[in-house]
């Protein structure tokens, strides 16, 4: 059955447009340090966990949580899977441009999931996520703190990969 | 409760084959093409199941694995197997049974979720199924030549094709 939450246009959808346009309008101006198909590689990563994710906890049989207005999948929540890919973009752009290494790599992971953490808040104190249905955000932090740990390693496959 | 030790030998025996492999395209690429399969299956798969109530994957939370496996592991790898296949593989007649025996081996995916109700069709048919794994080879490919052209003008072009 549809769980239906709100129907009116409102903050989580100005969110989803106002990130998606700022970030996406941010990666265009911003100096290219990637070539073009690790720049796609790295956008879509978080594009392609969050709708990992999300398609797993939020339905049937586990269904903890709802993304947007309603339980069923609408325009808004593709539109909030494509706003995760600058996210991914930038945390391995100042990952690179930084010259993190060693345990400064600790530091930035903690930096990165508590930024992540923060826009989870955000977003269900607008209405972006329901939580009604059991899910509680302490599993978070550890997530986001896994899929960069994997990112990095991914970052560092690609480099020994073009390298060969 | 079968169905989820052989869709898990399954995953692992295709991405042996995957690993072992000659590959005609390089990891970045072969990255992007999973990636982005995966989006799409999920996308297809989710407006099936949740929008328009055609097909339903298991409620059982344990065989539940088993569809992700098929989602995120069984179908991408497939597609990634088929693309560095098919560009190893010389002449028309040659490509064509390669996507045939591709396309088989979709479908009898589908075939072995059906058995094992890991999913279950309520107003999807074979016919339809057969069309979408027709659409997913053929994603593939397209995703592949999309990639190779935005490589093209890259100063770091890293196209093995």
Redesign the interface.
Known sequence: MTVVYEKSFDWNEWFVIIVLISLHGLMIITPKIFSKTEGIAHYLYGITIVYLFDHTLSTKPWDFYDVNDNSNFQLFDFLYYIMNGPFSYYFIYLYQKLKIDGFRTILYLLLWSSLAVLMEWVGFKIGLFHYDKGYNMHWSFPIYMMVQIIQIIFYHKIRRSMNH | MIGLPLTLVITLTLALVFYFQTKSI????N??IY??M??FT??VL??L???LKWIT?????FI?PAY?LYR?GIIPLLILIFVNGFYTTKGLRIRAIYFFICFICLHAMEVLLLQYKIIEYLKWKWLFSAITNIGYLMMGLFILKM?LY??KG???N?SRI
């Open positions: 390089n990891f970045l690429q990255s992007i990636m982005v995966t989006i999920t996308n989710t407006i199941s949740l929008n994957p298991t409620d059982h939370p539940f992700l995120d990639l935005v490589v890259s100063p770091k890293d």
